[in-house]
């Protein structure tokens, strides 16, 4: 059986790039997203760095059916040896703008994701006889609360509540958790938020390339350690 990483959200943004890191360092990965021609330009991008196996997969991580189904699949030829929560949607307002549509926008992917894509990964992880690791996306938004972000900081927020207790719950095994908080990136995830981050703002965030690249290195850094939690600071927003 082969090793492989599996990143939720690997069609763009941050997650497109931390398959990038990977595979320079030799993984396999897999990306799953909703969009499949998204999914499908960036195995071709991804292609260029590697010949290691790219793998894609369309889906919501929120729903159960299609998760059990991947993990069914993944798991005959793979060894998932790293899996990445990272897909999430944001949406953003003050608190007399909230609605369901809102909330049925943010939460699926940041929390039911994060739950079940973790859940179902587990009866394989806790098998394994080396080290696995269980990374999260989280954001500084999960840390405290921001003004125009309380559906965003909620689920992020629960996301982390979620987080915590996993590596708490797996201590002393082998499946490692860590939990990366980062302020703004330049990312597509702005684009359906233009009454909260305009372009011009969005350009001053972090590169995902830097994020990634930040995020992977620390993960190879040493072999002896393992990291917790990786904050970023947020340089350019002024958020109160
Ligand atoms: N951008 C920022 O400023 C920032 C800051 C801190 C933390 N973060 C976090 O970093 C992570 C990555 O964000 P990003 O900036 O790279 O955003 P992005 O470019 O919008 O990417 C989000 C990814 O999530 C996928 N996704 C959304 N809902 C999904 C679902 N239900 N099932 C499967 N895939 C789903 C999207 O693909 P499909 O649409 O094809 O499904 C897309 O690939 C998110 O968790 C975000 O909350 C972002």
């Known amino acids: 059986m082969k ?5 939720t959200g690997g069609r763009g943004g941050v997650g497109k790039q931390l398959a990038k890191e990977f ?28 010949n290691k196996d790219i793998l894609i997969y369309a889906g919501d991580v929120s729903d159960e059916t299609f998760v059990k189904a991947f993990y069914a ?19 953003f307002g003050t608190i007399f703008d909230n609605n369901k549509e809102m909330l049925e926008a943010v939460f699926p992917a940041i929390v039911y994701g ?10 394989q992880m806790k098998e394994s006889k080396d080290i696995v690791k269980i990374v999260n996306i989280i954001s500084i938004s999960g840390l405290r609360g921001f003004k125009f972000e309380s559906l965003y900081c909620a689920a992020k ?5 979620y987080s915590q207790v996993l590596r708490s719950e797996l ?24 009454n909260y981050v305009s372009e011009e703002v969005q350009k001053t965030f972090a590169k995902p390339s830097e994020v990634a690249k930040t995020i992977v290195d620390t993960l190879y850094d040493k072999k002896s350690l393992i ?3 990786l904050v970023f600071e947020q340089i350019h927003m002024n958020l109160e």
Do not use: H
């Open 157 to 161: 927020a629960a996301q982390e509540g």
């Open 23 to 50: 595979l320079l360092r030799g993984e396999n990965v897999c990306l799953i997203s909703r969009n499949e021609k998204g999914l499908e330009k960036a195995k071709k991008e991804l292609e260029k760095f590697s």
């Open 227 to 229: 990291l917790k939690d």
């Open 73 to 91: 699949d993944i798991t005959k030829k793979y060894r998932v040896t790293c899996l990445v929560n990272n897909a999430g949607v944001g949406r």
């Open 3 to 7: 090793n492989i990483t599996v990143i």
């Open 114 to 123: 994060t739950i079940l894509m973790t859940t179902y990964a587990l009866p």
């Open 171 to 194: 201590f002393g095994t082998n499946v490692k958790v860590i939990n990366v908080y980062p302020g703004g990136i330049d990312t597509d995830f702005w684009k359906e938020n233009r």
